[in-house]
């Protein structure tokens, strides 16, 4: 049995990520419209109708832009908690009620062979979360639009074999940058997004003996670059003693080009 996934796109314009095990595969998110949904599967060949489900972790566009017109056109059900269903009211369409499912934050729920752990982030949406995927021992999180990493997601994601998880902005970038105060404020704030330095302070208290890759995700156009977000988590966790490139590897997403289908192991 394998696990394996593909962070389709990760950055402010559109979030999506595959995964999927030999007899399950899930859609997390659909953060652009549905024609890119399609042609992002072609890059990883895979077809879109074998999906057995969408789960989405909060409302914002950049998350569910696509869900509803993919869903329907690959007859597909969607698991949201029940506040995100609520905001989402009118942004999706109509969804079918035999599409329609409930998925709480803070519980595990299995589909076939892969258990799915939600748990709360602090971002300002109306019942965020976000996933743990476990599969014959391996672990598998998803960590982004988190405002601040809290000492019960660390305890929640500590010790997995693979991360995909936020390096939203450059500090000094986001400051000096073209955004209106209120916008920065709200960036920065705890409900916001987290930051390079602080992306690497925080995996540097999760990171386990069996952590093979960390994928920096979600990325913001305007405040950041993917060689500035690498390196300046690189430095960090050097700093705090990880060995980068030896206990570990740091990889790009994109916000238009699908990673490669990854193994974890």
């Known amino acids: 049995m394998t696990l394996r996934f593909s ?11 595959y995964v999927e095990t030999n007899k399950q595969r899930l859609l997390i998110d659909a953060g652009l419209s549905g024609k890119k949904m399609d042609e992002l599967f072609t ?6 109708k074998e999906l057995d489900g969408i789960l989405v972790s909060h409302e914002h566009s950049d998350h569910i832009k696509g869900v509803g017109v993919f869903a329907r056109k690959h007859k597909l059900p969607i698991y949201a908690n029940q506040l995100t269903w609520q905001a989402m009211d009118g942004q999706l369409g109509t969804i079918p009620v035999e599409q329609k499912f409930t998925l709480g934050t803070g519980e595990v729920k299995t589909f076939g062979d892969l258990d799915v752990e939600t748990y709360g982030v602090s971002h300002d949406a109306a019942e965020p979360m976000f996933f743990c995927f476990h599969h014959e021992g391996k672990k598998l999180v998803l960590a982004t639009d988190m405002g601040y990493v809290s000492e019960r997601i660390k305890g929640t994601i500590r010790d997995a ?24 404020r709200r960036i920065l ?16 208290e999760v990171i386990g003996d069996r952590t ?22 690189e430095q960090v966790l050097k700093q705090e003693g990880m060995a980068v490139g030896e206990q570990f590897e740091l990889y790009d997403t994109d916000p238009h080009t699908p990673t490669a289908l990854a193994v974890v192991s």
């Open 7 to 17: 962070v389709l796109a990760s950055g402010s314009t559109g979030n999506a990520i």
């Open 43 to 48: 890059h990883i060949n895979r077809d879109p």
């Open 161 to 184: 074999d693979m991360y995909i998880f936020e390096s939203n902005h450059d500090l000094n970038m986001l400051r000096m940058g073209r955004y209106p105060w209120n916008v920065k």
């Open 189 to 204: 704030s705890d409900v916001g997004h987290v930051s390079n330095e602080d992306a690497a302070l925080a995996l540097s």
């Open 212 to 233: 093979s890759r960390i994928y920096l995700a979600h990325l913001s156009l305007d405040n950041n670059m993917k060689d500035l977000a690498r390196l300046s988590v």
